[in-house]
């Protein structure tokens, strides 16, 4: 009997609550009851549970039915944490559900730093952990070593993210990408040991056509060293390869 009561005065104080009901009612959401004991994390894979009640800073006396906007600008403030939703379990418990930034690449600076499809820098350490990421080239690839601006990072970094998408298996095969002076991305590719030129964004009928014409390539002229694949023309697929003079 008494947990049915229990459960219908908390029912009750909630639906009140979230409809502006008078003082004495919000005074009875500040009861012993209420007040949060339980917190888990949901979601969080770099980051420990630890780290995230650390950046959410819950107060040692807050009660489930208050705001919760200011642990969610917390937690949102965190380098690693994109978005999160906070869920209520009554009596006493919280639900901390983030969705972290994934790294797409390494930036050297100098030592090598994850980084998001937006190019954030995100407080990940390599050491201890098998991050087989590529490699991003902060400096255009012209041999004058420009070095890269914000936006240029961004769109590598972007391509990156749509390459991984369209396809995992060729992302895998990343080991380097750079922008040229032309703003060309330029992805080299670990194995085979081949250079994909395109103009952003890659598409999905682009990236399959040249895979294809990249496959029939290696078939047809398996004894000579296939160096790039093109595909910036609308209507072609263009391959080159290395001759004896080194062109």
């Given at each position: 009997m008494r947990r049915g009561i229990g459960l219908f005065v908390t029912v009750s104080l909630g639906m009140l609550i979230v409809l502006e009901v008078p003082p004495v009612i919000r005074a009875l959401s500040r009861a012993e009851i209420f007040r949060v004991v339980d917190v888990s994390v949901e979601g969080a894979q770099h980051l420990t549970q630890d780290e995230v009640l650390t950046a959410a800073a819950i107060p040692a006396r807050m009660s489930i039915w208050d705001d919760m906007e200011p642990l969610a600008v917390r937690l949102r403030s965190h380098p690693l944490i994109?978005?999160?939703?906070?869920?209520?379990?009554?009596?006493r418990r919280l639900v901390l559900e983030v969705w972290e930034r994934e790294p797409v690449a390494l930036l050297p600076r100098p030592t090598l730093m994850p980084v998001d499809r937006e190019a954030h820098l995100l407080p990940i350490s390599p050491v201890g952990r098998r991050m087989d990421l590529p490699l991003l080239q902060p400096r255009r690839d012209d041999g004058e070593g420009t070095e890269l601006t914000p936006v240029q990072l961004r769109e590598l970094t972007s391509e990156l993210s749509r390459l991984r998408e369209l396809d995992p298996a060729v992302f895998a095969l990343v080991s380097e990408v750079a922008l040229d002076s032309w703003g060309d991305i330029l992805v080299h590719l670990g194995q085979p040991r081949v250079t994909l030129r395109y103009r952003a964004p890659l598409v999905p009928a682009r990236l399959s056509d040249g895979l294809l014409v990249l496959t029939d390539a290696?078939?047809?002229?398996?004894?000579?060293?296939?160096?790039?694949?093109?595909?910036?023309?609308?209507?072609?697929?263009v391959v080159r390869f290395f001759d004896s003079q080194g062109r």
């Open positions: 994109r978005e999160v939703r906070i869920r209520r379990q009554l009596p290696l078939e047809r002229e398996p004894d000579r060293t296939l160096v790039s694949v093109d595909l910036r023309f609308a209507d072609q697929v």
